[in-house]
C-alpha cells in the first residue's frame, strides 16, 4: 500500500496542473496508524467535493467494547465520534482557494441521534470482554485550487497534516473525554429503553420530569435558555421507571386511547406536542428532551393543501363528491385541506403495521362478524349487546362507548407492531375535517355535505384498528365526548383535567348527530405501477437530488415535503432518495403493494446497512422511517397505483 510520504510528493509534483490531474489519487494509503481512503475525486472545485475514509484498526482507536456491546450503544457511540470528528475539523481546517477548496467536514446533523453511514465501528474479534473497537470514519473534503489550477501545496498540508492532526483529537479514545463519551451513550440506550417500556405500561409518550420543551427559537433547535419552565408531570399521571443507566426517573406518561391538548395560546400546548413529535428519536446531552419519548410508530397528521393523491381510499372519510368523483380510489393533483388530511392518515395507516394477534384492522380477521361484536378480546371486549368497551366486562354499554375511562383504556401496542399514533394539531388542520357542530348539521343535512369529521372518527380508528390519537385542541369541546385523557397547559405546566372536561361534557350536552356509521371502514392496500417511479431524467438513468429536509428532485419530479414534519435531518431525505431508487429497481413489479415494497427495503436496510443504498460508500446517509419513505413516495405527482 502507497504510504503518506509518497502521497505527500505526489500532490506537490500536482502543483498548478490542470484540476482533472487529482484523479490520480484516488486509492488507499498507509499512514501508519490509520489508512486514509480517496473513494472519489471530484471533477471541479466548485462541483461536491471529494469523498474520503479513515480506517483506525482497534489496536490504535482503543474504544472499549462496554461502549458498543448493543445496537443502542453502537449508534451512540459512532453519533458521538462523528460529532468529534465535526468539531476537530471546524477547528483545524480553513479556506485554501477557490470554490469549497480547503474544506473538511463531516455530514450535517442537528439534535437528534440517527443511526448514520458517517462512522462505523469495526471489531477486533478478540474475546469479547477484552475486545477493542476500531472506527472508519467517511467525510468530505474540498480539494484546493486556484481557479481550476491544483494548489498542490495546500492539498499536501490537508491531506498530510490536517487529517492527521484531526484524527488524533477525534478518534483515539485516549485523547477524547471519556466521560463525556460515556454519558452520550448512556443517555441514548436509556431513551430506548424507555422507549421499549412504553406498551407494558400501556402508554403511548413519556415526558420526563426536569424536561426543557421550548426551543431557543424557530430555526434554532436548541433548548430555551433563559426563563424556560422545566416540565413537571400531574400527579395523576405520573409514572416512574428505573432506567438501566441513570436509576429512576419520573414524568408524564400518555395513556394509550384519544388525548386532547388544550390550553390557552401561548400556553405550551403546540409545544408540548412538538416534543411529543419528535420523541421517536432520542437526543443529544444537555438538549432537554432526552427523555422524552414516543411509540416509535407516531404520526405527526396536518392538513397539506396541494398536494397530489394518487389512488387513496378516503371514503372513511370522503364520500359523495360533487360531479360523481371516486372516494375509494381518490386521485386528485390539488387536494383541499380536508381531502389532504384524509389521505395523510390512510397513507399511515395502509403502511402501519397492524396486529394481526388481535385482529384489529384485517377486516376477515380484526373486526370480527357483527353478530359478535367488534374487538373481541379474550371474549370480552365485543358482543354489540354488551357494548364495546368495559375492560373487565366488555369495556361499556354501547350508550357509553364515547365517555371518559381514563383507567379502563387498551393496553398500547408493541414496537414490533407499529401500529400508527396519530399526532395532530388544530393549528394546522382543515377546520371542517376536524369537526362538524350542531347548528352547522341543522343547515347543511348530511347528505349534502361529503366529509365525515374526525371527531366522528377518532374513537372508532381506536376501538377497530388499535390507533391512538394525540390532539391539541383548544378551541372545541365537543371533542371532549370522544376523549379518554384531557391535559390541560397552563405555562407550560401540564395538569390532567380529565374530570372536569367529563364533568362539563355531561353537564353540557352538545346534541350534535354522530356521523362516522359503526366502523372505521376499509384500509385499502395499492399496488404502485412501476413505470410511474421513474428516477431517470435525460439520458441518465437515475437523477436525484436532495435539497435540505423538504424538496427532493426525483428524475422529472419535485417532490415537496415541507408538510412532512418528522423528517428532522438532511442525510435522512438522501437516504430515502437512494431508497425510492432501490425500491424501484429491486422490488417494484406491479404485483406488490406499496406496504410490502417498503417493508422490503426495510428488511434489507436492516439486514445490510444502509450501505446498500448506493454502489459507492456514503457517509452522509442517516437512518429513516418506513412512514417518511412512503410519504416522499405518496407525493411523487407521477404515482399511479392499483388497488389490491
Not at 451512540?76 to 479556506?95: E, G, H, M, P, V
Not at 371532549?480 to 384531557?486: E, I, K, M, Q, S
Not at 404502485?528 to 426525483?554: H, I, Q
Not at 428488511?603 to 459507492?616: C, H, N, T, V
Amino acid at each position: 500500500m502507497i504510504n503518506k510520504e509518497s502521497l505527500q510528493r505526489h500532490l506537490l509534483q500536482l502543483d498548478n496542473r490542470g484540476y482533472k490531474a487529482y484523479k490520480d489519487i484516488q486509492g488507499n494509503y498507509d499512514f501508519s496508524e490509520f489508512t486514509l481512503i480517496i473513494d472519489y475525486v471530484q471533477g471541479d472545485p466548485f462541483a461536491s467535493p471529494s469523498k474520503l475514509r479513515v480506517r483506525v484498526p482497534p489496536n490504535i482507536a482503543q474504544i472499549p467494547c462496554q461502549l458498543f456491546n448493543s445496537r443502542s450503544r453502537e449508534i451512540a457511540l459512532r453519533d458521538y465520534l462523528t460529532r468529534q470528528f465535526d468539531k476537530a475539523a471546524y477547528s483545524i481546517s480553513s479556506k485554501r482557494g477557490t470554490g469549497k477548496s480547503g474544506m473538511i467536514a463531516v455530514t450535517r446533523f442537528g439534535q437528534e441521534v440517527l443511526e448514520r453511514t458517517s462512522a462505523f465501528i469495526i471489531s477486533s474479534n478478540t474475546s469479547y470482554l477484552e475486545d477493542l473497537g476500531g472506527v472508519e470514519l467517511r467525510f468530505a473534503v474540498g480539494l484546493p485550487a486556484s481557479g481550476r489550477s491544483i494548489l498542490g501545496r495546500q492539498a499536501a498540508e490537508m491531506l498530510c497534516e490536517d487529517i492527521p492532526e484531526i484524527f488524533s483529537k477525534s478518534l483515539k479514545y485516549a485523547n477524547l473525554n471519556a466521560a463525556e463519551c460515556r454519558r452520550h451513550v448512556e443517555t441514548v440506550e436509556d431513551a430506548d429503553w424507555l422507549r421499549e417500556q412504553l406498551a407494558e405500561k400501556g402508554l403511548v409518550g413519556f415526558v420526563a420530569d426536569g424536561s426543557i420543551l421550548p426551543r431557543r427559537t424557530g430555526v434554532d433547535n436548541s433548548p430555551l435558555l433563559n426563563n424556560a419552565v422545566a416540565f413537571q408531570s400531574p400527579p395523576s399521571l405520573k409514572v416512574e421507571f428505573n432506567c438501566p443507566n441513570r436509576g429512576l426517573i419520573s414524568g408524564m406518561g400518555i395513556p394509550a386511547g384519544i388525548t386532547l391538548i388544550v390550553g390557552g395560546g401561548y400556553h405550551g400546548k403546540s409545544t408540548l406536542l412538538r416534543a411529543i413529535e419528535l420523541g421517536v428519536y432520542n437526543r443529544i446531552p444537555g438538549d432537554g428532551r432526552e427523555f422524552v419519548v414516543t411509540n416509535p410508530a407516531a404520526v405527526k397528521i396536518r392538513a397539506e393543501d396541494g398536494r397530489s393523491v394518487a389512488g387513496v381510499d378516503i371514503s372513511p372519510f370522503i364520500n359523495h363528491l360533487p360531479q360523481g368523483r371516486d372516494t375509494a380510489q381518490f386521485y386528485t393533483e390539488n387536494a383541499s385541506g380536508s381531502t389532504s388530511q384524509a389521505a395523510n392518515i390512510i397513507e399511515a395507516l395502509e403502511v402501519g403495521r397492524r396486529k394481526k394477534e388481535e385482529g384489529r384492522g384485517k377486516k376477515e380477521e380484526g373486526r370480527g362478524k357483527k353478530e359478535e361484536g367488534r374487538g373481541k378480546k379474550e371474549e370480552g371486549r365485543g358482543k354489540k349487546e354488551e357494548g364495546r368497551g368495559k375492560r373487565e366486562e366488555g369495556r361499556g354499554k354501547k350508550e357509553e362507548a364515547q365517555s371518559f375511562v381514563l383507567e379502563t383504556q387498551l393496553v398500547a401496542v408493541s414496537e414490533g407492531d407499529l401500529v400508527p399514533v396519530l399526532l395532530v394539531d388544530e393549528d394546522t388542520a382543515a377546520t371542517n375535517f376536524m369537526i362538524r357542530d350542531r347548528r352547522m348539521q341543522e343547515l347543511i343535512a348530511k347528505n349534502k355535505e361529503p366529509i365525515t369529521p374526525f371527531i366522528d372518527k377518532v374513537r372508532q380508528l381506536y376501538a377497530d384498528y388499535g390507533v391512538s390519537t394525540i390532539l391539541v385542541m383548544g378551541g372545541s369541546g365537543d371533542y371532549f365526548d370522544v376523549a379518554d385523557t384531557v391535559i390541560a397547559m397552563e405555562n407550560f405546566q401540564a395538569y390532567n383535567v380529565t374530570e372536569k372536561a367529563k364533568e362539563i361534557a355531561n353537564n353540557y350536552s352538545i346534541s350534535r348527530a354522530a356521523e362516522g356509521g359503526e366502523y372505521f371502514g376499509e384500509i385499502t392496500q395499492r399496488v404502485p405501477v412501476p413505470a410511474s417511479l421513474d428516477p431517470s431524467r435525460g439520458g441518465r438513468d437515475v437523477r436525484v437530488k436532495v435539497r435540505d429536509v423538504d424538496e427532493l428532485a426525483f428524475g422529472t419530479e419535485e417532490i415537496d415535503l415541507g408538510a412532512v414534519e418528522q423528517i428532522v435531518d438532511s442525510g435522512q431525505l438522501r437516504a430515502i432518495a437512494a431508497a425510492m431508487v432501490y425500491a424501484k429497481q429491486q422490488y417494484t413489479d406491479g404485483k406488490r403493494t406499496l406496504s410490502e415494497i417498503i417493508d422490503l427495503v426495510m428488511a434489507d436496510i436492516d439486514a445490510q446497512g444502509m450501505d446498500i443504498l448506493s454502489p459507492f460508500p456514503e457517509g452522509d446517509f442517516a437512518m429513516f422511517r418506513r412512514f417518511e419513505l412512503a410519504a416522499a413516495i405518496n407525493r411523487l405527482r407521477s404515482l399511479s397505483v392499483v388497488a389490491k
